[in-house]
């Protein structure tokens, strides 16, 4: 006779799955450990027995993707502490593997290795996205170093939207490190990508962020590096060195004392003040302080080497793996031809590479945050979306400040553009914080 399935066991596994699942994409999105979604009754299910703590490990800190893109040590260092506290007041008899794991993480060297990391976003399909991001809230005089909530936002309905940038030619301005068009270039079949920005650090980690995400095969950025990668090694140790000495290192272990909620958190509505353009705002950083900024405005200086440049930043890219053109402020993916970088400072489109952009959909996430700089981008707005090529944008903000919203608004009509809200996605695929409005809007050219 054939044994029979207790329903409720099977019931039990499907929960156990979704527990595992959620876990380790909220793990490697660095999401603050305090604010992860897992609830007390939840931890003691998924730690009742030797074998799920070690599926819980292989979920987060032993999962594959951490081999090649692993998240910052201290925060990979301080879940599993977090973790043990957890199994200790439950009377959790612990593997030895638990505490071989923590010990292994507290014996690797921490340096200045913290000040980048990666954060991988796992889409609808169980493909990954692996992006290469600061973990300061202001790095550098910018704060494009790291994936802000909109651009999660704007990535999540690009999904459920495809047919909107399919067979469409696409500019992104102030792309950040690219996880909107990372995400638009895997979710649609767009005829060409172009990623803007104007900070030569944000340039040279959305490069290589390009190269890990979207080459055939994919590359590894520094951990597949052949010899003829020593100057992006360089620029890697550059970077990580300013890093540290310019901005205090955020501390991605300190959590208040006896916090075991992991409940979610709330977030500041901090209005971010910044004198470069086309970077952004700084949000969802996966550390402890990041998400628990108190002050109501961030001040951001100015890019000196990009002043003194200039007539532009020129980019730092691997020519085996990018075509430059002649100013060297434009590269094409050597790999995929369809996807360009382009460094682009919205004040002086006419004589950088942004007087000859060619657009049928203009993207931007959380480019309009600081009032200084909205002149300059609605102008730049109001030049792609000509009359009579039936162009559109689509502008996803973070509605930290109704007057920065306002002014906003108020530029598009003087300009003679129009704008609509936009439905927003209905599914959460990525974990941020959703306290604090996100808006998406249409944009289209009113002709008089």
Request: with cysteine; glycine share 6%.
């Amino acid at each position: 006779m054939a044994a029979s399935i207790d329903p409720n066991m099977s019931c039990r596994r499907h929960h156990i799955e979704e527990l595992l699942e959620l876990l380790g994409t909220q793990f490697l999105e660095m999401v603050p450990i305090r604010k992860m979604k897992w609830k007390d009754e939840e931890t003691a299910a998924l730690v009742a027995t030797p074998q799920l703590q070690q599926r819980v490990l292989h979920a987060t800190v032993l999962n594959p993707v951490c081999r090649l893109h692993p998240p910052a040590l201290s925060y990979r260092t301080h879940f599993m502490k977090q973790l043990i506290q957890k199994l200790e007041q439950l009377d959790a008899e612990i593997c030895d593997e638990v505490y071989e794991t923590y010990t292994d993480l507290l014996t690797q060297r921490e340096d200045d290795d913290d000040t980048l990391c990666y954060k991988t976003y796992t889409l609808p399909d169980g493909d990954r996205v692996s992006l290469q991001e600061s973990v300061n809230l202001v790095s550098q005089g910018t704060t494009g170093l790291s994936t802000w909530q909109a651009a999660q936002h704007l990535a999540e309905w690009i999904v459920e939207n495809p047919g909107v940038l399919s067979d469409r030619n696409i500019v992104e301005l102030g792309c950040g490190l690219g996880l909107t068009g990372v995400v638009a270039c895997r979710a649609c079949s767009v005829k060409s990508y172009t990623f803007t920005d104007f900070h030569a650090q944000v340039l040279f980690l959305l490069a290589k962020n390009i190269e890990t995400n979207l080459s055939h095969p994919p590359s590894s950025s520094l951990q597949q590096a052949s010899p003829a990668d020593t100057r992006d090694k360089k620029m890697f140790r550059k970077i990580k060195r300013q890093l540290s000495l310019t901005t205090d290192k955020t501390d991605l272990s300190c959590t208040p004392s006896g916090d075991h909620s992991l409940g979610a958190g709330e977030d500041t509505g901090m209005e971010v003040q910044a004198v470069l353009s086309p970077d952004k705002p700084n949000n969802n950083m996966g550390v402890e302080e990041a998400g628990e900024e108190d002050e109501d405005e961030i001040s951001v200086s100015e890019d000196d080497e990009v002043r003194a440049a200039g007539n532009g930043a020129k980019l730092e890219v691997n020519e085996a793996r990018w075509e430059l053109d002649g100013k060297q402020q434009t590269a094409v993916l050597r790999a995929d031809p369809r996807v360009s970088v382009c460094w682009l400072d919205w004040e002086q489109t006419s004589t950088t590479p942004g007087s000859s952009l060619q657009a049928d959909v203009i993207l931007g996430a959380d480019v309009v945050y600081d009032p200084s700089i909205i002149p300059s981008l609605v102008r730049l707005l109001r030049k792609l979306l000509e009359p009579g090529k039936k162009s559109k944008a689509f502008i996803a903000s973070t509605v930290r400040n109704e007057d920065t919203r306002d002014a906003f608004l108020i530029a598009l009509s003087s300009e003679g553009l129009s704008y609509s809200v936009v439905e927003g996605p209905k599914q959460e695929l990525f974990h941020y914080d959703r306290m604090v409005p996100i808006e998406i809007l249409k944009i289209t050219f009113q002709p008089t």
